[in-house]
């Protein structure tokens, strides 16, 4: 089973400030099934990135995938008050297995 | 627009079986375009894939959970639905149903979630 880890554990950061999100595999990772999730508190995990770098439908362009193999980034360009919540990287595995990663929080500085 | 609704028991007492029924409006069960899972919370933890169904009935599920889950699908009724079996309190948890894309291994469309609390 491959293992998702996700650094860091939080990211205290202003708005209008640039966010980068890693997730790290403990095998390769098919870059086609890889994707980010962001959530907010009460709310269900909203789908933002799939394929490593595309960004899903209606996600604005400040949020941006990247990586290959088993290193995988997510960039927010600019936070927006927004943005601030938690982020889940997610992989889809050869055996037909979803992982998920333990999550980075990115909260106001 | 593609929207899943959770349903069930809030509460169940410990070594009973769950069940948790996700109904999807605005699209059909049947695409064989996707695939439709359960995916479970716990309070202040990350999230956990419990296991998924396709409109043919084909399932997978997660192996630390394989011995106690059950995933059906009615299509008729465009419903799909979980069964945990032997719940303890370690099941506490919110639980989603989501919408995955086949081929892509993503979930685009998610349920609001459910609580499901285990206690006597």
């Known amino acids: 089973e491959i293992v998702l880890t996700q650094s860091p554990g939080t990211l205290s950061l202003s708005p209008g400030e640039r966010a980068t999100l890693s997730c790290r595999a403990s095998?390769?990772?098919?870059?086609?099934?890889l994707a980010w999730y962001q959530q907010k508190p009460g709310q269900a995990p909203r789908l933002l990135i799939h394929?490593?770098?595309s960004r899903a439908t209606g996600i604005p362009d400040r949020f941006s995938g990247s990586g290959s193999g088993t290193d995988f980034t997510l960039t927010i360009s600019r936070l927006e008050p927004e943005d601030f919540a938690v982020y889940y990287c997610?992989?889809?595995?050869?055996?037909?297995?979803?992982?998920f990663g333990p999550g980075t929080k990115v909260d106001i500085k | 627009q593609v929207q899943l609704q959770e349903s069930g028991p809030g509460l169940v007492k410990p070594s009973q079986t769950l069940s948790l029924t996700c109904s999807v409006s605005?699209?059909?069960?049947?695409?064989?375009?996707?695939?439709w899972s359960w995916i479970r919370q716990p309070a202040g933890k990350g999230l956990e894939w419990i296991g998924r169904?396709?409109?043919?009935?084909?399932?997978n599920y997660n192996p630390s959970l394989k011995s106690r889950v059950t995933i059906s699908v009615d299509t008729s009724t465009n419903q799909f639905s979980l069964k945990l079996s032997s719940m303890t309190a370690a099941d506490t948890a919110v639980y989603y149903c989501?919408?995955?894309?086949?081929?892509?291994?993503?979930?685009?469309?998610w349920g609001q979630g459910t609580l499901v609390t285990v206690s006597s």
């Open positions: 989501a919408r995955g894309r086949a081929v892509r291994g993503y979930f685009d469309y």
């Open positions: 605005g699209g059909s069960i049947s695409s064989n375009t996707y695939y």
């Open positions: 169904i396709y409109n043919s009935g084909s399932t």
């Open positions: 095998q390769s990772v098919s870059s086609s099934f």
């Open positions: 394929g490593a770098s």
């Open positions: 997610q992989q889809y595995g050869s055996s037909s297995i979803f992982t």
